[in-house]
């Protein structure tokens, strides 16, 4: 499920997201996959998932404000999560650390390090898997312009623990969406647990599969 329908605007509209909302709206200057990008990502995705629906997740791993960073043990448990649930869970590291040997909690679970140096390709994925998760880093902005990527976005930091949180300065408040967002995008406001995601992402797709039966 798509949605086509322009982001509403808001009465007390920052530029950061006006801007956004302009992009979103004006769809020439809004970003999308190439279509050879999305026939790359659909043919890592189907050589792997096997009909199973793909899950990327993209993480935050660098030694600059550090609380916007992804708790890697909650991030793996959401992936074997995943993998229990019958998803097929999809990990894009940060592209500082893409290249090296993953770590003993990343056993076992798929990672797409292409991903992570080719602007392209990244976005194509996030418009191939079925749903895509982030923490506050710069690839979620990916979601944010494009109507085509269906997201949670996990707010972590000082964008959500600030005092008073950094989003607040550019007219988001807690436990909202911003008007850019769709019926399938959605930003969660709450601590990195890997129940906590769980339970969004199952929320999130079962509201894709009733807008599908509905047509």
Not at 57 to 75: A, C, K, P, Q
Not at 117 to 134: G, M, Q, S, T
């Amino acid at each position: 499920a798509r949605s086509s329908q322009p982001p509403p605007m808001m009465s007390r509209c920052t530029p950061w997201i006006a801007a956004i909302c302009f992009a979103v709206i004006n769809s020439t200057v809004a970003p999308s996959a190439s279509p050879q990008a999305r026939r790359y990502a659909r043919q890592w995705i189907d050589a792997r998932a096997h009909g199973r629906k793909a899950i990327a997740l993209t993480l935050r791993e660098v030694d600059t404000t550090i609380l916007r960073n992804s708790d890697i043990g909650e991030w793996t448990r959401f992936a074997r999560l995943l993998q229990e649930a019958g998803y097929f869970p999809i990990i894009v590291r940060d592209t500082d650390r893409a290249l090296d040997r993953p770590p003993p909690p990343f056993d076992g679970l798929p990672l797409f390090s292409e991903a992570a140096f080719n602007l392209d390709l990244r976005i194509a994925l996030y418009e191939e898997c079925h749903i895509a998760a982030f923490v506050s880093n710069g690839p979620s902005h990916a979601g944010y312009f494009d109507r085509d990527v269906r997201y949670l976005y996990f707010v972590t930091g000082e964008w959500r623990k600030g005092n008073p949180p950094a989003f607040y300065r550019v007219g988001v408040s807690e436990d909202t969406c911003p008007p850019f967002c769709n019926d399938y995008q959605r930003w969660v406001w709450c601590e990195q647990d890997a129940d906590l995601f769980m339970q969004e992402l199952l929320s999130l797709d079962a509201k894709i599969e009733a807008a599908r039966a509905n047509g």
